[in-house]
Structure formats: structure tokens, C-alpha cells
């Protein structure tokens, strides 16, 4: 008797969908040129938005509340990391990722970014003259707010693109395959028209 020869052996449909997907979500990070900067930038933007809002929100309660300058700053640094790190949390736990996977990706990814930009707009808000005490209710305090969160920016943008040529920073949520957060092009011009804003508001100030 002839005996039928072995058919091939066929994955499943899904596993190839799923590798090919896996495969596609896990390119390699650049490590140089324009192409690290633009992930960068991408990476920065994303960063200062939930730096922006913590930062916001802990300035406007702690003048107003009249909180020490120090206690001011305190608590918006405080609110900035919580922020920043739950924008890069939110679409991981909508991903499925346990709360124990999140937490050190979150803090790999977040933690120097938020501290320079902390360090620095915090220092600039301390700097500027009446900032502080001008209170939410005055343009000075907007314009040296929306100055100082820019510069921030602007600062902490070298800081990501050193991490993420050596794997780290935003790397390493980029190797969930998970991305999430506002559009980066709306981000960019909000910031492009809060550095005009408070340059205009500065130097009616000086003026």
C-alpha cells in the first residue's frame, strides 16, 4: 500500500497575525541622527504634557490655598510625577499589563525626564519676580508658567534623546508596544503658543 504523504504542518492563522504584529510594535529604537531626535521630541512632548498639568494644577491650589512658596512647589512637583507617570500608565493597564509590570516600566520611562523639567520650571517660577505671589488670577503668573514649563521642555530634550540611544527612558515603554497620550503635532503647537504668550507677557513686564 502507498502511504499518503505527510502534509506541512500550518500555524494558526491568529499566531501568525499575532507575531507579525508583535514583530511590527518592536522595530528597533534609533539610536542616532534625526530619526533619535524626532523620537525624542515625540518622547519630550509627551512627558511635558502630564508635567504641564501636575505643575499647573499644584501652582493654581497652593497660591491660592496661600501655601508657602516651598510648599507651593512642593505639591506641584508632587502632582507633575503623578501625572506624567499616569499618562504613561493609562493605556498600559487598558492593554491588560498588571499594576506590577506598570509601575518600574512607568518609572524607567518617566522619572529623569520629570525631574529635569521639575527642577527647571519650579527654578525659573522661583526666579521670576512676583511669579509666585501674582496668583492665577494675574498674567504675570501665566506668562512666567507657560515661560518656565517651555524651557523646561527645551531642557530635558537632550536628557530623553541620551536615554533613549542607550535603551532607556521612553525605550523602554516602546518595547510594550503600547502608546498612548495626546497627539504629539497638538502638544508642539500648544507649546509653540504658550512660549510666544509668555515671552509677549515677560517683556511687557520688563518693559
Request: glycine letters at 12%.
Amino acid at each position: 500500500m502507498l502511504e499518503s504523504a505527510p502534509q506541512p504542518v500550518e500555524e494558526p492563522i491568529e499566531e501568525v497575525h499575532m507575531e507579525a504584529a508583535t514583530a511590527h510594535q518592536h522595530h528597533a529604537m534609533p539610536t542616532s541622527g534625526r530619526a533619535l531626535d524626532g523620537v525624542a521630541m515625540s518622547a519630550t512632548l509627551h512627558c511635558l504634557t502630564g508635567c504641564a498639568i501636575g505643575e499647573t494644577l499644584g501652582m493654581i491650589i497652593g497660591t491660592a490655598a496661600g501655601f508657602s512658596d516651598l510648599g507651593t512647589v512642593a505639591l506641584a512637583v508632587a502632582l507633575a510625577f503623578l501625572f506624567g507617570y499616569g499618562l504613561t500608565s493609562l493605556p498600559l493597564f487598558r492593554a491588560g499589563f498588571t499594576l506590577a509590570a506598570i509601575v518600574p516600566i512607568a518609572l524607567a520611562t518617566d522619572t529623569f525626564s520629570i525631574a529635569t523639567m521639575e527642577v527647571v520650571d519650579n527654578a525659573i517660577m522661583l526666579a521670576i519676580p512676583g511669579a509666585m505671589e501674582a496668583g492665577p488670577g494675574s498674567v504675570l503668573f501665566w506668562g512666567s508658567l507657560s515661560v518656565a514649563l517651555v524651557i523646561a521642555g527645551v531642557v530635558a530634550f537632550p536628557v530623553n534623546r541620551w536615554l533613549i540611544a542607550r535603551g532607556k527612558g521612553h525605550a523602554v515603554v516602546h518595547e510594550t508596544g503600547v502608546h498612548g497620550g495626546p497627539p504629539v503635532r497638538v502638544v508642539g503647537m500648544v507649546a509653540v503658543a504658550a512660549a510666544i504668550f509668555g515671552t509677549v507677557v515677560l517683556l511687557a513686564e520688563v518693559l
